[in-house]
Structures are given as C-alpha cells and as structure tokens.
C-alpha cells in the first residue's frame, strides 16, 4: 500500500472516529436531558403508546444513554450505530406529534418544530455511515 493511501486511510479512521464521538454525545446529552428535565419529553409520547409518559420519557432516556455508550466504543460501535439508527426512526413520531402540537405557536417555536421532521432522515443516514464505517474498521487485517 504507498503511503498515501495509509495516510487517507487514517484520515479517514479519525473522521469516522470523530464523527461517531459526536453521535455518542449527542445521544448522551439528550439522554442525560430525558432524567434531568423530562417535562418536555413526556409533553411528545404519542398517545397511543401505553403507561405513561414519564415511563416512556425515562425508557427512551435510559436507551439514549446505551446507545451512546455503545457508540462511544468502538469495540461495539457498529452495534450501537445500528442501534441509533433504529432510535432516531423510533422517535420519528413524538416529533410528529411536537410538530401537530405545536401548530398554533409563534413562529419561531413553528420552526423548531417542523424543522425537526425532515433532520431525521440524515440522523437515520449518519448513524448508518457510522456502522458502515465501523464495520469496515472491523474488517481490517
């Protein structure tokens, strides 16, 4: 292999290293918010789901929370990157319903709703690349 390929192929080992530290912390973060401010959080569980939304609030929290985790190392990132992806799709309708709740609000808070809906699918994309770059890692000799 010439040695420009090692350095581009290490380049790209701390890109996809970086990138996934910052998946881990945002999850973390947010996981960590579930716990320490969950008013918000029970205001978006879906209706339809049962128990109740502080259940649903610590839940999500506590698997925001592994999947950080699992993410953050890359022993088990590829498992944990996999695992965010199924998060972020998971919670695709308590923004939904953020969105429908919050129709009649000022515009500025408008925004933050509906401009969470299309965020998704690239959340769903990067914790996909993640595992794929991961999974790759793990194949190296």
Same mark, same amino acid.
């Given at each position: 292999m $010439? $040695? =420009? *390929?090692? =350095? =581009? *192929?290490?380049s790209a080992a701390r890109s996809a290293d970086r990138s %996934? +530290? =910052?998946m881990a912390r945002m999850l973390g973060g947010v996981g960590a918010l579930h716990f320490l401010a969950p008013k918000p959080f029970d205001a978006i569980v879906p209706r %339809? #789901? /049962? @128990?109740?939304p502080r259940t649903w609030t610590y839940v999500s929290g506590a698997a925001e929370l592994a999947v950080a985790a699992a993410? %953050? #190392? !890359?022993?088990?990132? +590829? $498992? @944990?990157a996999l695992a965010a992806a199924g998060l972020f799709a998971a919670v695709f309708p308590a923004n939904i319903k953020m969105a429908r709740d919050w129709r009649h609000r000022p515009a /500025? #808070?408008?925004a933050i709703a509906y401009g969470r809906l !299309? #965020?998704?699918l690239p959340m769903v994309a990067w914790a996909l690349h993640t595992a794929h770059a991961a999974g790759r890692r793990d194949a190296r000799p």
């Open positions: $010439a $040695a =420009t *390929d090692r =350095t =581009t *192929d290490r %996934a +530290r =910052t %339809a #789901l /049962p @128990g109740s993410v %953050a #190392l !890359p022993r088990t990132r +590829r $498992a @944990g /500025p #808070l408008k !299309p #965020l998704q």
